[in-house]
């Protein structure tokens, strides 16, 4: 897919995921974009190519040895320019200011106080001071000529600046993510100062799509391996358009990692596309493979490598030639660019969808994956225009890997450090001799008569685009049914900020102990992998969680609600911690928690509790960053 010269968008890829979101985002309001790698662009090639150029974030420090540039000449190129976070900074850095490392790093939400309308904030009232996303180490320390400020945040002095003149902008936050509340206002401007307002839509993509499928399949058949999820469905629904019907084939795998009555439902719901289909059970096979098996990336490694030998078993079994067919993935944008597909980007974890094996199937040109440029809205809303039921297109996201990633495992109980020493009797026992910060959420904590534990477990978090496995902390009230949102979710933002040996911050909202909270004592069970026995206790609350949200008519306010078993119990049981991730999304790239309302979490959580096998019930209140939405 491509659009003529003069009427995209560049977006410079300096790593991290952004690049690829402000590309999506750029295209969703209505103009074509390109990933660029930007040391190969030159002026000639942007004037002539190019409507617009936007220079993305990215995880290093531009005055860093190393850091990726981008041609200083560029900024003479006279088509518009907007700089964002790592982009922003650079063009300060080439047009003549200062970057320096700021005093405190800053993520997550913060007010923007515009002084002036202009720009890609034409039109804005400037008495609003809309939430923007932060995400940022380093800040832009003296405005090169030409530039002036035209808007700040309460930690941030030039958050957004500009050169009318020559149409270059540039904002410390990120207007791609949806937490920032004006941002596809901000990006639609930009577009508008491109001249490009409306001039590409999904249709476009969809036939643009079908031709390049077509072109890349010939006559070859696709196989296409089927995880229940939205994205292997429409992926399915856009090759059934492409392809003859003996062309295509669907495979769904059972891995015994699936929800309760999954695989029936799935099933059903594919035949109605008209598709030939088949199932395998590969449950006893994937429990054997990952018996033992502690490591996140391991487990990620070995059910990919199984979905494939399981897939050529099949293969196998129906006599189907090798040559003649190519494998079909539901892949989409955000697992790419996950795994570091891009050139600058970090690696956070690898999907399943890109283990090696697969890779060198993909470099062979033997892996067909039509959703690989789209986000989850975009798959959606591809998905309803193939015609596929809303039930099916709005069904929450579902990870390839099923419950798998949702069970955590550990094999020994975590060694400590000073400094973790230190921060749980900073955060446990409030010994904060000499630091303020501490002090102020130690006074937090006390005034709200809430309890802190670190709990014996890692999860994976993002934290200024660089992946961080850290610990989790949480909270623990003495009166579990009264539920402060507010002051929960500001404390949990703080405590990370403070210590960065944790990423999460939970709360506590059932308990099978009675006794006060001085006397709560949380411990790893060790070993534990993924049992059958762990499966089906997880498959268990996965589906109270499910049905609750269809009783209380909740579901579709929820965009995924990951439940995890996590091997945390009591001191003296032999039970563990269920953890709910209840949260709101549009693409996955960011993430903010769902608040349930009070009367319903103190419905559902002892129903959890009541389980056998669960000692604690948690509620995560991370955002992301700095956490992911799953917990491995
Ligand atoms: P994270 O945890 O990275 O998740 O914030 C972003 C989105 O990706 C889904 N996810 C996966 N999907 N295979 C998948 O098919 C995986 O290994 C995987 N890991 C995360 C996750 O459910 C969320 O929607």
Redesign the pocket.
């Known amino acids: 897919m491509s659009a003529p010269a003069g009427k995209k968008i560049a977006v410079l890829d300096f790593g991290g995921q952004y690049a690829h979101l402000i590309a999506s985002r750029v295209r969703r309001l209505g103009a074509y974009t390109e990933i660029v790698s930007p040391a190969d662009l030159d002026r000639d090639t942007a004037r002539r190519e190019y409507a617009g150029l936007i220079y993305s974030g990215g995880p290093a420090s531009v005055y860093e040895p190393g850091a990726p540039h981008s041609r200083p000449e560029l900024l003479e190129c006279e088509v518009p320019i907007l700089g964002i976070c790592y982009g922003h900074q650079l063009i300060m850095l080439q047009a003549g200011g200062a970057v320096e490392a700021a005093e405190g790093r800053e993520y997550g939400p913060a007010r923007l106080k515009l002084s002036a309308g202009v720009g890609v904030f034409a039109g804005e009232d400037l008495e609003r001071h809309p939430v923007v996303w932060m995400s940022h180490g380093d800040e832009v320390a003296r405005l090169p000529a030409g530039f002036s400020a035209v808007a700040s945040t309460e930690d941030c002095r030039y958050a957004a600046v500009a050169d009318p003149e020559r149409r270059i902008y540039g904002i410390q936050f990120h207007p791609e993510v949806k937490d920032s509340e004006r941002g596809d206002e901000y990006l639609k401007n930009f577009i508008a100062i491109c001249g490009l307002s409306g001039s590409w839509n999904l249709d476009d993509f969809l036939e643009a799509e079908t031709a390049r499928i077509r072109a890349q399949v010939g006559d070859s058949k696709v196989f296409l391996l089927i995880?229940g999820?939205v994205d292997s469905t429409v992926a399915f629904a856009l090759l059934a358009r492409c392809l003859p019907h003996d062309h295509l084939l669907g495979l769904f795998v059972d891995t015994g990692f699936m929800r309760e009555n999954e695989g029936v439902e799935v099933e059903r719901a594919l035949r109605e596309l008209g598709v030939r289909l088949i199932t395998a059970d590969a449950s006893d096979q994937y429990f054997a493979r990952l018996a033992g098996v502690y490591d996140p990336e391991e487990k990620?490694k070995r059910i990919g490598e199984l979905f494939l030998e399981v897939q050529a078993q099949e293969t196998a079994k129906l006599g189907l030639n090798d040559a003649d067919w190519r494998l079909g993935q539901g892949t989409i944008y955000?697992?790419t660019i996950?795994s570091g597909a891009t050139k600058h980007s970090h690696r956070?974890?690898t999907?399943?969808?890109r283990v090696p094996a697969i890779e060198a199937l993909i470099a062979a040109g033997k892996v067909v994956e039509p959703l690989r440029d789209l986000y989850k809205d975009e798959v959606r809303r591809l998905g309803r225009l193939l015609g596929l039921p809303s039930e099916i297109v709005e069904r929450h996201?579902?990870?390839?890997?099923g419950l798998a990633?949702r069970l955590l495992c550990l094999e020994k109980p975590l060694a400590d450090t000073p400094d973790s020493v230190a921060m749980q009797n900073a955060l446990e026992r409030g010994e904060i001799a000499g630091d303020a910060d501490a002090a102020r959420i130690q006074d937090a904590l006390a005034r709200a008569h809430l309890g802190f534990r670190v709990l014996p477990l890692l999860s994976?978090g993002v934290q200024g685009d660089q992946r961080s496995y850290a610990r989790c902390g949480a909270l623990f009230a003495e009166d579990l049914t009264r539920i402060d949102w507010d002051f929960y979710f500001d404390i949990a933002r703080r405590i990370p900020n403070r210590y960065r040996l944790l990423n999460r911050t939970l709360l506590n909202v059932a308990r099978k102990s009675s006794g006060p909270l001085a006397a709560l004592e949380i411990v790893a069970r060790t070993p534990v992998d993924l049992s059958p026995a762990r499966t089906a206790l997880l498959r268990r609350a996965d589906h109270i969680v499910h049905t609750f949200q269809r009783e209380a008519g909740i579901y579709d306010e929820i965009w995924?609600f990951?439940t995890v078993l996590a091997p945390a119990g009591l001191a003296g049981s032999d039970g563990e911690s269920i953890i709910l991730r209840p949260i709101i999304s549009i693409d996955?790239m960011t993430?903010s928690v769902y608040r349930m309302r009070p009367e319903q979490l103190n419905e559902l959580a002892p129903r959890l509790l009541a389980l056998d096998g669960v000692d604690l019930v948690f509620y995560d209140l991370t955002s992301?960053p700095p956490g992911?939405?799953?917990w491995e």
């Not at 996201?397 to 890997?401: K, L, Q, V, Y």
């Open positions: 995880s999820g990620r955000p697992d996950e956070i974890k999907h399943h969808n996201p579902f990870p390839g890997p990633v994976v995924q990951p996955a993430a992301k992911t939405i799953e």
